[in-house]
Antibody, heavy 120, light 110 residues
Framework: QVQLQESGPGLVKPSQTLSLSCTVS??????????WSWIRQPAGKGLEWIGR???????NYNPSLKSRVTISVDTSKNQFSLKLTSVTAADTAVYYC????????????WGQGTLVTVSS | QSALTQPASVSGSPGQSITISCTGT?????????VSWYQQHPGTAPKLMIY???KRPSGISNRFSASKSGNTASLTISGLQPEDEADYYC??????????FGTGTKVTVL
């Protein structure tokens, strides 16, 4: 059973870069056909898909965030990461990392989520 | 990309059936059979309930069923139980090789 765990600063200042990592345990990030994904959820609001990276390094991003987002993979650490630049208060949310299938294209496994607050 | 449209809330009494709609466009829901549904209880991560429009993952009750017609997908919960009270989100693959979530529906068991 694959498990995912987010880690990173819980507080980021406006205009700075939000950086989170997701550690995958119980399986290799290189094995199988999966997309490693990031989703976020502002308090009391709905889910927003941020983007994904395939094991080959191919990425897809939410068009509304594309100019600020980078998702990368570090196979040596069995981790993948999210960087979101020029953050504002609107980026305050619980950030989830997740494992999604290629076919079927669904999100099968989720991390527990980590709250990131953007505030000075 | 615009969020898929779901009703804000749906309610029902124990034992009843309820249906949640998820409306998109021909570029997402209508264009692909990659609609999935997630259940989220407060303070927890979402849980996959339905994938590929109609399929249930192992361990998901057959009280949960789903379908799609045109640009609208639907999730039906039959024999409503107290533990079904949660938020439900649909999501669809899009023509831009991205995913888009629905606005979310709060299900209340009366």
């Amino acid at each position: 059973q694959v498990q995912l765990q987010e880690s990173g600063p819980g507080l980021v200042k406006p205009s700075q870069t939000l950086s989170l990592s997701c550690t995958v345990s119980g399986g290799s990030i290189r094995s199988g056909s999966f997309y490693w994904s990031w989703i976020r959820q502002p308090a009391g609001k709905g889910l927003e898909w941020i983007g994904r990276i395939y094991t080959s390094g191919t990425t897809n991003y939410n068009p509304s965030l594309k100019s600020r987002v980078t998702i990368s993979v570090d196979t040596s650490k069995n981790q993948f990461s999210l960087k979101l630049t020029s953050v504002t208060a609107a980026d305050t949310a619980v950030y989830y990392c997740a494992r999604a299938g290629v076919i079927p294209a669904a999100i099968w496994d989720w991390g527990q989520g980590t709250l990131v607050t953007v505030s000075s | 990309q615009s969020a898929l449209t779901q009703p804000a809330s749906v309610s029902g009494s124990p034992g009843q059936s309820i249906t949640i709609s998820c409306t998109g466009t021909s570029s997402d829901v209508g264009g692909f059979n990659y609609v999935s549904w997630y259940q989220q209880h407060p303070g927890t991560a979402p849980k996959l309930m339905i994938y590929d429009v109609t399929k249930r993952p192992s361990g998901i009750s057959n009280r949960f069923s789903a379908s799609k017609s045109g640009n609208t997908a639907s999730l039906t919960i039959s024999g409503l139980q107290p533990e079904d009270e949660a938020d439900y989100y649909c999501t669809s693959y899009t023509s831009s090789s991205t995913f888009v979530f629905g606005t979310g529906t709060k299900v209340t068991v009366l």
